[in-house]
Structure formats: structure tokens, C-alpha cells
């Protein structure tokens, strides 16, 4: 895939013009505060690499939404695959200057005159998207993170044509519709990857029939979102198997996460005494890997869901689905109606992610490590006490 490429002195120069028009254009709900954006560079091998500097405003939405709209204090931010792969406009949609971050967690600052659900003091959080249609079939039925119109928390385009900032910020406006509130026994910095990896795996479990009791789920990948799919699993009350490439997360799986089974996908002795003894499995890998010996894990009917959200085609033959009437689906983050019912089942059996809190300065590491898959298993960044407004 090829990548956006500008000379680094152009991004400089419209930053900092943008940053001069925006601050004669204040909103009524704030004064911009310092936030990071992304400015892409292309070294000699031709990759581009992700260097977060500069100052920006933070979304701020004007209009006739803003009496349904509610501000608050940023305090954590999740750093997600997806903030990698924006920065570095690996998928050829990201527009700079751009603000990553939607696995927010903070405080209600303020609150405008229509909002019912929230005050001043709450705990709450922002996840994927801020916006939507509000009149299709999937939005009637509270799923509007699959309306053809969403609004993205960044890098997005709003309704009034400006672009969406994330939570690599310090304050953050959204409608109240796309704000939720966080229980008060979950702390705000391991519940923030919830808004995203969480929903992402509670929402399959729930819309493919998984999780009823006693149902035999496998989890492939044991990453952010693999991590929180076997503790919502066990949480259903599952019979879970971990299923990865590499045999060092056998103990971390079992002894820690809970899981009943491993199985090392290379193996395949073990992958074949295992064929037809799973019900479902959540697969949470985006890189390449073959699709069949998954399959082959399956029950009569049963059904295998794509998390991941890979460049390079899958492979799938028909034959295993024919034969065993079984099911390649897929599924993408969740609805608003959805995500607080999943903090809200995260709140009463005491899920939170596994996390490494880190500065605001640290986020350039992070990124370099994120793409090594060296962490365990979710960056969240201390904005509240890390990110200063100068």
C-alpha cells in the first residue's frame, strides 16, 4: 500500500495557520487547549514513521447540537492499533493535522441546557464515534456505528464540515447520545480501553449468540482485544480456548486471564484433536493467517467472527462451511445503547483491560512499540497528569 507522503514543512506551516484561524474562532464551550497531533515524516527506506508534536485545539462541536452536548476534563486515553495505523495513513483516509485517540475516560466539566443523562462530576467516556445519521434503519435499532454516515471521534468530518479531534487532549465535547458513564468502581484509566477493545469483542459475543452459559468459545490472539474477549467470555460463564502462535502465553492465559484450554495454531496434532469442539470463535488477529484450520475447530453450525481489520485478502474455501453448515461473519465495535451495557456488565463482574500507563511525552515509544506488539496489553495515557496547557 502506498502512503500519503508531504514534506514535513508543509505540515508544519498549515499547523500552525490552523492553529491561528482557530483561535479566532473560539467555541462557546471552550478555549483550545493543548493537545498532539500527528506529523508523518519519510525516511531513506521510504516508511513512514510517527512523530506526535505541536499544539491544537480539541474537538469542539458548535451549532444547534450544543445544548445536548457535554464537556469533560480528559484524564486517560487508550492508545489503539488504529491510532497506529491513522497516523501513518496506512489505510489512505487519514487527513493531518490529526488528533488519534477514542478510548476516553474524564470528568463532565460542563453540560449543556438540553442534557438529561449526565452532570457536572461525572465519570463518563467517549469511544469510536461521536456521530451519526440518527434517521436510518441501523440507528433506529441503536447501531450507529454502522450507519453509512458516522461521525468518527477523530479525524472525521462533523457536521458542520470541521474535522474531528480525539482524546490525545485535555478537554473533549460529544453529544450527549455518544457519552457514557463509567461505574464508579472501575478506575478511569483501565476501563478506558473498554470504549473500544472491549465493546469490540462484547459485541459479537452478544449478536452471534455466544454467550450463553456453557457454550465452548475460542479467542485467537491474545492481544488488546484478545485479552478482554476471554475475561467477558469467562464472565458469560464459557468453556474458553486460547488459540495463538506463540506457546510462552500458555501460563499467561491460563494462570492469569482464566482461559481452560490453550492451543498453539502450529501444532497441528492438538488443532486436529480439537476439530468440531467449539461452538464459536472470536478472532481478534488483523495480520494474515489461514481461516480453514479454524473452521475445522467448529461445532455443526457453528460460527467464526473477524475482529481484525487486516490490508491482504483471507483465504477461505467453501467446502468446510458447506459441509458443516457453518459461518464466517464479521463484526465492528458496537452502538451506543451497547456500550454502556457492556461497561455496565464490565462494572458488575469487575472487567478492566490489563494496562501500562504512560506520560504524554512517552507517546512516540509507545507507538514504536505498539507496532511490536510489545505491551501488555493496552497503553493508556495519563492526560490529567502528564498533558500541560501552556
Known amino acids: 500500500m502506498e502512503h500519503n507522503s508531504v514534506p514535513i514543512f508543509a505540515f508544519i506551516f498549515c499547523t500552525i495557520v490552523l492553529h491561528l484561524i482557530i483561535q479566532e474562532k473560539k467555541s462557546k464551550w471552550q478555549n483550545p487547549p493543548v493537545t498532539i497531533t500527528s506529523i508523518p515524516s519519510s525516511p531513506s527506506d521510504g516508511q513512514p514513521t ?226 468440531g469442539t467449539m461452538d464459536g470463535i472470536i478472532d481478534t488477529v488483523s495480520a494474515f493467517h489461514p481461516l480453514v484450520p479454524l473452521i475445522m475447530l467448529l461445532k455443526f453450525e457453528g460460527k467464526l467472527v473477524l475482529l481484525g481489520g487486516g490490508s491482504k485478502p483471507l483465504e477461505l474455501l467453501s467446502s468446510p462451511l458447506v459441509i458443516g453448515r457453518k459461518v464466517v461473519g464479521g463484526s465492528c465495535s458496537g452502538g451506543m445503547k451497547e456500550t454502556q451495557e457492556m461497561v455496565d456488565f464490565a462494572g458488575k463482574h469487575n472487567i478492566t483491560a490489563d494496562i501500562e500507563v504512560i506520560p504524554m511525552d512517552y507517546i512516540n515509544t509507545a507507538m514504536e512499540r505498539l507496532e511490536k506488539a510489545d505491551v501488555r496489553y493496552r497503553f493508556v495515557l495519563d492526560i490529567g497528569n502528564t498533558l500541560k496547557s501552556d
Not at 487508550?78 to 501513518?88: E, F, P
Open 50 to 275: 510517527t512523530h506526535l508534536e505541536f499544539s491544537l485545539p480539541s474537538n469542539s462541536p458548535e451549532g444547534a447540537t450544543a445544548e445536548k452536548d457535554v464537556r469533560l476534563k480528559v484524564l486517560y486515553c487508550g492508545v489503539c492499533h488504529t491510532d497506529l495505523h491513522m497516523t501513518r495513513n496506512d489505510w489512505g483516509y487519514c487527513t493531518y493535522p490529526v488528533v488519534p485517540g477514542h478510548e476516553i475516560t474524564g470528568i463532565v466539566t460542563e453540560v449543556g441546557s438540553k442534557v438529561e443523562k449526565f452532570k457536572v462530576g461525572d465519570r463518563v467516556g467517549v469511544g469510536c464515534l461521536i456521530g451519526a445519521c440518527h434517521s436510518c434503519d441501523v440507528c433506529d435499532r441503536s447501531l450507529e456505528n454502522y450507519c453509512p454516515k458516522m461521525v468518527l471521534t477523530y479525524a472525521s468530518p462533523y457536521y458542520d464540515g470541521t474535522t474531528t479531534y480525539g482524546g490525545f487532549s485535555d478537554v473533549m465535547v460529544a453529544e450527549e447520545r455518544y457519552v457514557v458513564r463509567i461505574p464508579d468502581n472501575l478506575p478511569l484509566d483501565a476501563a478506558a480501553p473498554l470504549l473500544c477493545a472491549g465493546i469490540t469483542v462484547y459485541s459479537p459475543f452478544q449478536h452471534y449468540g455466544l454467550s450463553k452459559p456453557g457454550l465452548h468459545v475460542g479467542v485467537v490472539g491474545l492481544g488488546g482485544l484478545g485479552h478482554l474477549a476471554v475475561k467477558f467470555a469467562k464472565a458469560f460463564g464459557l468453556k474458553v480456548t486460547v488459540i495463538s502462535t506463540s506457546p510462552s502465553k500458555e501460563k499467561e492465559a491460563i494462570e492469569h486471564l482464566g482461559a481452560d484450554c490453550f492451543l498453539v495454531s502450529s501444532d497441528s496434532d492438538k488443532m486436529q484433536a480439537a476439530m
